[in-house]
């Protein structure tokens, strides 16, 4: 993964400080938690994200497609948020 540290530490602040509502849908929709009422995201590799929990458990969730750089997280993390709501709007229907 050619992900820069930095990059990387952009990345998870950017999705805890912004998009926290993801990161709970994306536990929702792919590892079938409706349990998760607050995550944040405290790694990213090329096939996964992990979230801390809120009772400090940790949940991996595999990404979509593999990541490589930046921009490759940016489109697999916005792509899984649509695919999480559409999952999530499909169960409520």
């Known amino acids: 993964m050619s992900i820069t540290p930095e990059e990387l530490e952009r990345i998870i602040g950017h999705m805890n400080d912004d998009h926290g509502d993801a990161l709970v849908r994306y536990a929702h929709a792919f590892a079938n938690r409706s349990d998760v009422t607050a995550a944040k995201m405290v790694d990213l590799s090329e096939t996964e994200i992990v979230l801390a929990l809120e009772n400090d458990e940790r949940l991996a969730i595999p ?26 709007a499909a169960k409520t229907d």
């Open 63 to 88: 990404l979509t497609s593999p990541v490589q750089t930046a921009e490759d997280a940016h489109i697999v993390l916005v792509e899984m948020a649509k695919q999480a709501h559409n999952i999530l």
